[in-house]
């Protein structure tokens, strides 16, 4: 067994072989059907469910199982206002996801505060508990951004490399 | 019942204490936290029939901190405003909870967000905010530092 | 044949077990914390926690002129923004007494029923899906109905949830030209919609047997504890303030007020569902009594109310919406308190479950119909 060359890749093709590497493989699997948690805060959760529903349907991406236990999923939307109170569950329920994992931030509350950052009572941001990988901006965002942010979500993960030198830039 | 006949009865029964006012068309009582359970049991009782108590709240003024109530009555359709005010050294009154069972979520809240002192409550402790938080957020002089 | 093994010699040893149906939970609509004591599979005591989501409104509002509040008044009750923005521009319109033109009245009176109407048939939808019956497919059907509400909205203030569509002396904007017409197509078609869904909800046998005698509170217990919306009128006292206190013009409007008389949850989603009916009524009238005219009263570029204090309240989607502000002569209020439906209409829920089994706790807490950013405002 040798390496495969290139023209010899076009022939395999065209006998229906495709040849990747297990990377890959596996990146396209995972960004293909994120199963986000079931986690709904505030007004974004609402936007969220309409995302879910059929006019704007996130199933046919593969994205509508959306799990009720953090141990069978694996994307957080962490939608809505963070509180002081609700600040350590939500680092829990990050913390029982197995990997790989992912965080989108969705609506202006959970990226830095929102209308509310000045209160006594509100996290300024959820990236300050939980590493994030999307921010979908919005007040709330509309359905149709948050699908945008899952693929950008889904061009990340297939593409490894490349994600990791947009954060260093 | 027309506002006339609800503040002679209220006069009748207060017996020259208190203040009784009009605004915006809705009669309203100032009392002190001496009166307050009297007045209240005769406010449920059938004589006025204010069975309904749709909002508890307090203020903090600059002299003093005043506990608010607003009353409905379903049979009699009259309003009432009772207004009690306390001493922002000892800011403690009675608790309605046992005429009103609304109260109880009411006043702990109260309690939570001033620092209100509701004597008689069964359970008076936070309720909005975590157990641990310090200080009560929306008296005047609460300081915290913005997070912006 | 099976021993009893609960003869003297074998007698089974219980013990009581907490259990915790957390923050994060698809059943509790929201970040709400029930903590239960169970005995076997049957309730002993329950205590719920909230404040999961508190934001501190209240202390927000101090630092904010009046005008601004009301984006504030959208995120407390995000699922009828309508009916929160109302009920507070109404309240700092009692503190200045102007009048409102004619042209605004009618629109916020369909703004406002056309909100009760989105805001039910979620209501509906997710309830029937929490209980578990045909699960998803009626919540679809819910949701279809509610996004042409939202277009019809989003037609008049450009924005989906969060609309600040009502001022402080008016609305703010006229309504766009196709409004009307698009208006009258989604009322033609709406009936034979929720016809279809609420057949299979609500004559749902196992649906019914579920429900009904779950959750019962006597007129007198809801009167005391401060219960309001529709889960009062279930409970057989008509208290409607549209019809109690009118605010606005509701006055003008002919419409009934549905009443049930036994208090438990089925008797409180069947209001919520002849609710429904009665608002696409009204909004009719209000079509055809359309006057011409400006939309908004002359205002001050600065709005300063006079010192005072006030309190008004409307009938909410959920129930009597209160608000409470201090004035002392400044553009910014002194003190606003917000008197919650979703917080008042929580506190009877513990002593209710007593004596329930665990599956009714989920019954009970939906039928009661909260949103948590009014909770905890």
Known sequence: MGQIKNHEVEELVQNGIVV????????????????????????????????????????????????????QADLLIVSGTVTDKMAPLVKRIYEQMPEPKYVIAMGSCAISGG???????????VDTIIPVDVYVPGCPPRPEALIDGMLQLKKKINNPNVARLMENV | MSNDKLKDMLVADLGGKG??????????????????????????????????????????????????????????????????????????????IGIWKTADWQEREVFDL?????????????????????GYPLRKDYKFDSRR | MCKDMTTKEHT?????????????HPSTHGVFRLVLTLDGETITKAESVVGYLHRGIEKLAEARTYTQVITYTDRMDYL?????????????????????????????????????????????GSYVQDVGITGTSIFMYNLIDREKILDLFEMVSGSRLTYSYMRIGGVADDLP?????????????????????WALSSKNEIFQSRLRGVGVISAEDAINYGFSGPNLRGSGVDYDLRKAEPYGIYDRFDFNVPVLENGDSLDRFLCRGAELEQSIKIIRQAIKDLPEGEVIAKMPKVIKPPKGEVYHQIESSRGILGYYIVSDGSSKPYRMHVRRPSFINLIPMDEMLVGLKLADAITVLGSIDIVLGEVDG
């Open chain 2, 19 to 96: 203040e009784i006012t009009e605004f915006l068309s809705e009669v309203v009582v100032t009392i002190t936290s001496k009166e307050l359970l009297d007045l209240a049991n005769k406010l449920k009782s059938d004589k006025y029939d204010f069975d309904f108590l749709v909002n508890l709240t307090a203020v903090d003024f600059e002299e003093n901190f005043t506990v608010v109530y607003n009353f409905r009555s379903l049979s009699n359709k009259t309003k009432l405003v009772l207004r009690v005010v306390i001493s922002k050294e000892e800011p403690s009154l009675p608790s309605v």
């Open chain 1, 115 to 125: 209308p509310f950052v000045d209160s006594y009572n509100v996290v300024p941001g």
């Open chain 1, 20 to 71: 990747t590497s297990v990377e890959k493989v596996l990146n396209w699997g995972r960004g293909n059907s994120l199963w986000p948690v079931l986690f709904g805060l505030a007004c974004c959760a609402i936007e969220m469910m309409a995302a879910g529903g059929s006019r704007f349907d996130l199933a046919r991406f593969g994205y509508e199982i959306f799990r009720p236990s953090p141990r």
């Open chain 2, 114 to 134: 001033l620092g209100i002192i509701f004597t008689g409550h069964p359970e008076l402790h936070r309720i909005l905010l975590a157990d641990d938080f310090e």
């Open chain 3, 80 to 124: 009828s923004a309508m009916l929160t923005n109302l009920g507070y521009v109404q309240t700092v319109e009692k503190l200045i007494e102007i009048k409102v033109p004619e042209r605004a009245e009618y629109i916020r009176i369909i703004m406002a029923e056309l909100q009760r109407m989105a805001s039910h048939m979620v209501a509906i």
């Open chain 3, 12 to 24: 089974l040893k219980t013990q009581e077990f907490t259990l915790n149906i957390g923050p994060q």
């Open chain 3, 177 to 197: 030209l196709e409004f009307i017409p698009a208006l009258e197509k989604f009322l033609d078609e709406v009936p034979a919609s929720i016809e279809q869904y």
